[in-house]
């Protein structure tokens, strides 16, 4: 009898000490997700769009021919100055390059090529909306950007060449809404969608050198669609 009783002593005692260790086990690979007072983030983004296109209809001109691309590096830095909500900086690195072969109001044949390059600055808010345990968390970033650039095109045509020099200030202030889903507690996969909001921007052309000529062109829009298109994906390092 106190052999039996030793033995099932001996087999609570194993039970009860396995499961400690079961629960204990699966206590240190909870995850905490969150993102609260003190924590940095690190990341860099890239988007690109771009568009081919043959004999298109294009309201102002007939397309013949036309190859397109636009793409954007961003790094991007924060330091969570409350719980869930971020301070951040990012700089960006824009280019883009078109080859295109139209008709113009004349039924005239034009080849026109464009290169440009941009630098952006955007200091940023960043909310974050953590949904279940904060694997996945919703994004609402709110930024003020600052965009200097450049480009030239030539416009070649059957009896003459164009030069279309350009330096351009673009000014934005919106929102850029995303997700962060994270593969652990510190590397994360972001990706944001184009920005609703306000934007100006003033371009200086200069053609074929004249600068006495030279065109000042000021633009303002406001837009509360999000531009799905222009998407961003990028990957993150949270400490």
Not at 2 to 23: D, E, G, P, V
Not at 65 to 86: E, H, M, S, V
Not at 115 to 124: K, W
Not at 165 to 184: A, K, R, S, W, Y
Request: aromatic letters at 10%; charged letters at 20%.
């Amino acid at each position: 009898m106190t052999k039996k009783l030793q033995l099932a002593c001996s087999l609570i005692l194993i039970l009860c000490t396995t499961r400690a260790y079961c629960q204990d086990s699966i206590n240190l690979e909870v995850i905490d997700y969150k993102i609260n007072k003190g924590r940095f983030y690190s990341s860099l983004n890239f988007s690109l769009d771009q568009r081919n296109a043959e004999n298109e209809n294009q309201l102002i001109r007939q397309v013949i021919d036309q190859n397109k691309y636009d793409y954007t590096i961003t790094a991007n830095a924060g330091f969570a100055i409350k719980n869930n909500l971020t301070l951040g900086f990012s700089a960006g690195y824009g280019r883009a390059k078109e080859v295109i072969t139209f008709l113009d109001q004349d039924d005239m044949e034009v080849q026109s090529n464009l290169l440009e390059q941009s630098f952006s600055f955007l200091p940023n808010l960043r909310q974050y909306i953590p949904i279940g345990e904060g694997r996945l968390q919703i994004i609402v970033q709110t930024q003020l950007g600052f965009t200097f650039g450049e480009s030239l095109q030539r416009d070649f045509m059957m009896n003459d060449v164009n030069k279309i020099e350009t330096d351009f200030i673009d000014f934005q202030l919106g929102i850029n809404p995303g997700v962060v889903l994270f593969f652990n507690r510190n590397w994360a996969l972001e990706t944001t969608v184009g920005v609703a909001g306000f934007s100006a921007r003033l371009d200086e052309k200069t053609v074929n050198n004249d600068v006495d000529a030279q065109e000042k062109v000021q633009t303002t829009n406001i837009d509360l669609k999000l531009n799905l298109l222009e998407l961003s994906l990028g990957v993150a390092y949270y400490f």
